[in-house]
């Protein structure tokens, strides 16, 4: 079972190769839902999500070395 760390809009955006614009629409229009954090509403998503995702869209799941450069950014 995977850890519960959340990828902020803007990781998740580089991660997945769309703005961040892009998925706020995406979760208006709930066609990709985000998590909200609890103390400050903000949009996160967890690795699950953007796996399930990639899957979707047909592209390759997230590599762990390109997650780990997102986070040092």
């Known amino acids: 079972m995977r850890s519960k760390h959340y990828l902020t809009i803007k990781q998740a955006a580089k991660i997945i190769g769309v703005t961040e614009l892009t998925l706020r629409n995406w979760d208006n ?3 990709f839902e985000a998590t909200r954090h609890p103390i400050n509403n903000y ?4 690795l699950d999500q953007i796996d399930e995702l990639m899957k979707k869209l047909g592209r390759k799941k997230s590599s762990r070395k390109l997650v780990i450069k997102v986070l040092e950014d």
């Open 43 to 46: 949009r996160v998503y967890t």
């Open 29 to 31: 229009s709930k066609k």
